[in-house]
């Protein structure tokens, strides 16, 4: 035995006591720096997450780990579903949870994208949990769970997203420089418009269908930790307009339709305070995901990444294109560099 399975066996004995040789699985990581193992013993298993840097925390928030603890706790309680952790080891940075198996959306939406009706279907419990997360999960949510910063601002929409895209993806992917004098002018303003929604939820901030696993009770959530407080329309427009599965625009409306029947009147007003927000909060989860790729592809050398490039660029240029966009022709040219710059 390696000595990191040695002190893997420690772990999970100590916290799962039983009898019978446990099996080890290293599982694949996608975009984080964390490393998680299933383990097996029989016909149980259970995971755990091995993440040492995630010991440090920001004066007045929490760690990575202890946010996944701690929000994973808080989800749990609302009868929302998500891994419930067994065992933290805050000192060596690793957590124990329950395994919700490895069905993602992602692979079961792909094995259906050739039928419609079937897609919808598929999508509409997802719905429902992320309705049943924006109805539940801000009564007794503390910010100081939060392990980054506690809300979506103004600033955050503009550093964290739009700068993020403009610099690691337009710059540093494509090799563009972003030099009109009116686009910082205008990402002033689309920031301030996505923070000032007239709702404010708990956001998982990655609401995709590589984070929603498939069990027998329904979809559940992962990699939660970096929740924090925003508008509702960012997790709906993560899981919509969601680059790894590329949906048809006829089916994203179905959705759209469907999730505003389901909150109109709870969180949303009427149907153009939804529709003014969802745009300029896609807008932006659009440019952070593009900008993700960059990063994760130049920065993190996971080249893979590169092949979901072509569904992000054509978001942006679905979204810049409406109406709402005409305000904005500093970041349409922008944006229109990088299709003619981006291979199909």
């Not at 999508?123 to 992320?130: A, K, N, R």
């Not at 979506?152 to 540093?172: H, L």
């Not at 625009?249 to 149907?271: N, Q």
């Amino acid at each position: 035995m390696s000595p990191i399975n040695s002190e893997l066996n420690k772990f999970v004995q100590e916290h799962w006591p039983g009898a019978g040789e446990m099996d080890f699985e290293a599982l694949a990581v996608d975009g984080s720096d964390r490393r998680f193992w299933r383990v097996r013993r029989g016909e149980e298993s259970r995971i755990i997450i091995d993440h040492p840097d995630g010991r440090r925390a920001a004066s007045g928030l929490s760690s990575e780990n202890d946010a996944y603890h701690f929000i994973a706790r808080h989800l749990d309680a609302r009868g929302l579903p998500v891994p419930r952790v067994l065992a933290h080891d805050r000192r060596n940075g690793r957590l124990l949870v329950t395994d919700l198996g490895d069905r993602l959306l992602m692979a079961a939406a792909r094995e259906r994208s050739d039928d419609p009706e079937a897609l919808i279907e598929l999508y509409l419990p997802v719905i429902q949990l992320l309705v049943d997360l924006q109805l539940r999960a801000k009564d007794g949510f503390d910010p100081t769970w939060c392990h980054d910063t506690t809300r979506f601002t103004a600033a955050f929409f503009r550093e964290r997203e739009a700068d993020y895209f403009v610099e690691a993806f337009g710059w540093n992917y494509l090799g563009l420089n972003a030099d009109n004098p009116r686009l910082p002018t205008e990402l002033d303003r689309l920031a301030v418009v996505a923070a000032g929604g007239p709702a404010e939820c708990l956001v998982h901030r990655d609401f995709q269908s590589r984070n929603i696993l498939l069990t027998e009770s329904g979809p559940a959530m992962v990699d939660f930790q970096s929740a924090r407080l925003g508008p509702p329309a960012y997790d709906l427009a993560a899981v919509v307009l969601d680059p790894y599965v590329d949906l048809d625009w006829e089916i994203r409306d179905v959705l759209l339709e469907i999730y505003f029947d389901l909150t109109h009147g709870p969180i949303w007003p009427d149907e153009a305070a939804f529709r003014e927000s969802f745009w300029v909060v896609a807008l932006h989860r659009t440019m952070q995901t593009l900008g993700a790729f960059g990063f994760l592809t130049r920065v993190k050398g996971r080249a893979h990444f590169a092949e979901n490039v072509p569904a992000g660029v054509g978001n942006l240029v679905w979204l810049l294109g409406r109406p709402e966009g005409d305000d904005s022709p500093a970041l349409r040219e922008l944006v229109g560099r990088i299709q003619e710059a981006t291979p199909a």
